[in-house]
């Protein structure tokens, strides 16, 4: 199959501090991965698409600097929510698309960030 | 982006058939039709996807209209593990690929 893995399942972490949050794809390679967070009783909101050895691409109204997202190898991207706030209290889910093959998006587990 | 609609929320029973509507009727081309289906603090997890030609995979079917501006999601017998939201997402190959989510239907199966 295709497994993503997300590390950590779950964080709390105080107001004002940084938290990073790895996504992994374990037996494929990934060019592209995407993040996406999700709010109680919401959907999935895509937030950006990662490129690996490239600048993500991020979606309107998704802060770039609050938001960093590094993709540095063809298995793993990282989020980091820099000063992170109680709003940004969600659950961060990472995607993944094979380098070659089909179209499909694999998705990790999430991460569930509370700030206090 | 095009968009899809589906209904709020379906209802089955256990071992039946459950067929999940969707319409696209602003799809393009190249425009591939995704299936994937969310637990309750889970990721998505993928279920099927198709292009023109009706699939078939271990998990459900799918049925795409001749015009593809529809297409039905087809679980031959649900199970109550079966019980999720489904989302129907349309993705282009020249969009690279992303995957917008609309609010997708909860089935509920019943035993």
């Known amino acids: 199959g295709a497994v993503v893995s997300q590390h950590p399942s779950w964080v709390i972490c105080k107001s004002g501090t940084s938290v990073k949050i790895e996504c992994r794809s374990l037996d494929f390679q990934a060019t592209t991965m995407f993040w996406y967070r999700q709010f109680p009783k919401q959907s999935l909101m895509l937030m950006a698409t990662s490129n690996e050895g490239s600048k993500a691409t991020y979606e309107q109204g998704v802060e770039k600097d609050k938001f960093l997202i590094n993709h540095a190898s063809l298995t793993l991207s990282t989020l980091t929510v820099t000063s992170a706030h109680p709003e940004d209290s969600s659950f961060y889910i990472c995607?993944?698309?094979?380098?070659?093959?089909?179209?499909?998006?694999?998705f990790g587990p999430g991460t569930r960030l509370t700030v206090l | 982006d095009a968009k899809t609609t589906q209904p709020n929320s379906m209802e089955s029973n256990e071992e039946e058939p459950v067929h999940l509507p969707c319409n696209h009727s602003?799809?393009?081309?190249?425009?591939?039709i995704h299936w994937y289906r969310q637990l309750p603090s889970q990721g998505p997890e993928y279920v099927i996807h198709?292009?023109?030609s009706n699939v078939n995979n271990r998990m459900a079917s799918l049925a795409i209209a001749e015009d593809r501006k529809s297409s039905t999601l087809i679980l031959h017998r649900a199970t109550l593990r079966d019980a999720a939201v489904y989302y129907c997402i349309l993705s282009s190959p020249y969009n690279t690929d992303k995957l917008i989510f609309g609010t997708g239907t909860r089935l509920q199966v019943f035993p």
């Open positions: 995607s993944a698309r094979r380098t070659s093959g089909n179209h499909t998006q694999y």
């Open positions: 602003t799809i393009s081309g190249t425009d591939y």
């Open positions: 198709g292009l023109t």
